[in-house]
């Protein structure tokens, strides 16, 4: 075998969402994409607001053109990471500098690089179950070893006395992803504060840093007053991997950042190792135009009310026939038990009314699937006769 047969096989086996989403596509050309009630994907339905293509307009009608398309600085063009500082602070309270943001291609981008600065040999990641699927493959290519440990039953929080059994000599650092996708939990000050004793309690017993990673796509996409704790001000040794995707709606253009807490122990060496990481891994800069657009769109948002109606009709219609659900404080995915164990099964059965959910085993939480309910309001409106034929077949109403 001539080439990296782990490669191949991530090439060869799409994650089970992206099977779902394929699925979707191949049975809309069959019977019509608007008969398929297709909620695999957090692709956003939500246009970016319009102050977005606004911007776009302008810098490309008044910016010069070698500038707009060129290459930034390996980090970011200085004024992006300015804006992105000057916001930070002003908003929770740091007291950040432009040379702690490194400007990525989207969140995925900003996990691997932080991994990759400082994953060594034989460390291990720890993160909550249930979690984004793409955790294990970040951290496994960056040489780790992911350990789930399952959050609490019922409100989905942290639970921080299992991580601190969890815990060794080899854990490097702890992933937490508030709002959380699968679940739209959001974790509250209190587990956050629970979370940062337990690692400041365990970095001094094994003499090493214990270091919080946050992804944080979802971090404006909250409902009912909810808020999301900023880390930073809760534990120094602290990473913050952002995409612009989910808040703006820009999924495709891949924009984001790493902010490398200032209060960190040697920042400035965590800093370098994330400019390495970006560089040993090809990410030359972010891309350019992106990069602007964010600048001047920082701090707002797409219509996020519509996935609150969104999720308040789903939510509704979903109890109303009886099924479990999480009921979530952010994010776009609704979390919902299974009438049996296998939730692969009950996934197949609901594609004979056209549902296309997606099993939670990859999440490390079976007998679950996520909703992703970022689609047009009118398809959970035809879909919840669907969810309803698929209650009685449960004797669920």
């Not at 990525?104 to 979690?131: C, H, Q, W, Y």
């Not at 040794?237 to 790493?258: A, D, M, N, Q, T």
Request: glycine content about 8%; aromatic content about 10%; charged content about 20%.
């Amino acid at each position: 075998m001539l080439i990296n047969e782990t490669m191949m096989g991530l090439g060869k086996q799409r994650s089970v969402i992206r099977e779902i989403f394929e699925y979707a596509k191949k049975r809309g050309a069959e019977i019509g994409a608007e008969n398929v009630l297709d909620f695999s994907i957090g692709n956003p339905s939500v246009p970016a607001p319009d102050s977005v293509n606004e911007t776009v307009k302008r810098l490309v009608n008044e910016t010069d053109s070698v500038l707009l398309h060129g290459y930034t600085s390996a980090q970011g063009d200085a004024k992006v990471r300015k804006a992105m500082s000057d916001y930070t602070n002003k908003t929770y309270g740091t007291h950040t500098t432009p040379d702690n943001f490194y400007m990525t291609v989207g969140a995925a981008a900003s996990l691997v690089i932080s991994m990759k600065a400082m994953v060594l040999p034989g460390d291990e990641i720890i993160t909550f179950a249930p979690f984004f699927p793409e955790y294990r493959v970040f951290a496994e290519n960056c040489g780790a070893k992911l350990v789930p440990v399952m959050s609490l039953p019922g409100s989905f929080q942290a639970d921080t006395d299992a991580l601190e059994k969890a815990i060794n000599e080899h854990t490097k650092a702890v992933l937490i992803n508030s709002p959380n996708n699968p679940s739209g939990v959001v974790l509250s000050s209190e587990t956050i504060t629970k979370i940062a004793d337990v690692l400041t309690r365990k970095s001094k017993e094994y003499g090493h840093v214990i270091y919080l990673i946050a992804d944080e796509p979802y971090r404006e996409l909250v409902y009912d007053g909810e808020e999301v704790p900023c880390i930073l001000n809760y534990y120094k040794e602290s990473i913050v991997c952002y995409s612009f995707s989910k808040s703006l709606s820009l999924p495709g253009e891949r924009i984001g950042y790493i902010l490398v807490s200032p209060d960190m122990t040697d920042s400035t060496d965590m800093y370098a190792a994330v400019c390495g990481a970006g560089r040993a891994l090809g990410y030359v800069c972010a891309p350019s135009l992106f990069q602007f657009v964010a600048a001047e769109c920082v701090g707002q948002t797409a219509d996020i009310s519509i996935y609150k109606r969104n999720r308040d009709l789903l939510v509704g219609g979903l109890a109303k026939f009886g099924f479990e659900c999480v009921r979530p404080d952010g994010a776009f995915y609704l979390f919902m038990k299974t009438p049996e164990a296998d939730a692969s099964v009950f996934c197949e059965k609901a594609k004979k009314y056209e549902l296309l959910l997606v099993p939670a085993d990859s999440f490390g939480c079976p007998g679950y699937v996520r909703i992703a309910y970022c689609v047009q309001t009118e398809q959970i409106e035809r879909a919840l006769p669907a969810f309803e034929s698929l209650a009685k077949e449960y004797g669920l109403c």
